[in-house]
Nanobody, 117 residues
Framework: QVQLEESGGGLVQPGGSLRLSCAPS????????MGWYRQAPGKERELVGY??????NYADSVKGRFTISKNNANNTLYLQMNSLKPEDTAVYYC????????????WGKGTLVTVSS
């Protein structure tokens, strides 16, 4: 089993930056592909981006502003968010997939990011 804990959320002004972290615990090396999702008030959860052995991929809405990285020594995942916009306001969730099939998805409880002046 793997537990994921996000941190780093908060209130930031438009144009500002935040860095989110996702720290796994438990069987941390049983997971590999990891990603970030977000859910804005009244909206469905959407993919922000993910990272595999082939590198990161991003949703069009965040491309060029957000950067996903991972510390492979401990599978800690990061999301660097720059040029934040009010529409980036959401609860951000960390996601991880188990290596062994059938691949199991793990989720964190989320961290709130509010972009407002």
């Amino acid at each position: 089993q793997v537990q994921l804990e996000e941190s780093g959320g908060g209130l930031v002004q438009p144009g500002g930056s935040l860095r989110l972290s996702c720290a796994p615990s438990g069987s941390i090396f049983s997971i590999n592909d990891m990603g970030w999702y977000r859910q804005a008030p009244g909206k469905e959860r959407e993919l922000v981006g993910y990272i595999t052995s082939g590198g990161p991929n991003y949703a069009d809405s965040v491309k060029g502003r957000f950067t996903i990285s991972k510390n492979n020594a401990n599978n800690t995942l990061y999301l660097q968010m720059n040029s934040l916009k009010p529409e980036d306001t959401a609860v951000y969730y960390c996601n991880a997939l188990s290596i062994a099939p059938p691949r199991k998805a793990y989720w964190g409880k989320g961290t709130l990011v509010t972009v407002s002046s």
